[in-house]
């Protein structure tokens, strides 16, 4: 149980660094697929909207493995 609870933590905290490098630092290249010199959008917003998707994933990895914890 506790391994999960390990490698579980180390996932949650991936994605953090993974949002936050993709929002705050603008590090587009992180996302599958994209290619700056095909994207005719705004690249501030793929990133906050982007950034704000991973940490989004983490919390709701964190509640599904909360909730799995506490049922048993």
Not at 26 to 50: E, P, W
């Amino acid at each position: 149980m506790y391994l999960g609870v390990i490698i579980s933590s180390f996932v949650i905290l991936l994605f953090i660094l993974i949002g936050y490098f993709i929002w705050v630092k603008k590090k587009l290249f992180l996302i599958v697929g994209y290619n700056s010199k095909t994207f005719r959008g705004d690249s501030n917003n793929l990133a906050k909207a982007m950034g704000i998707f991973f940490i989004l994933a983490v919390f709701a990895n964190f509640v599904a493995i909360y909730q799995v914890m506490r049922s048993g």
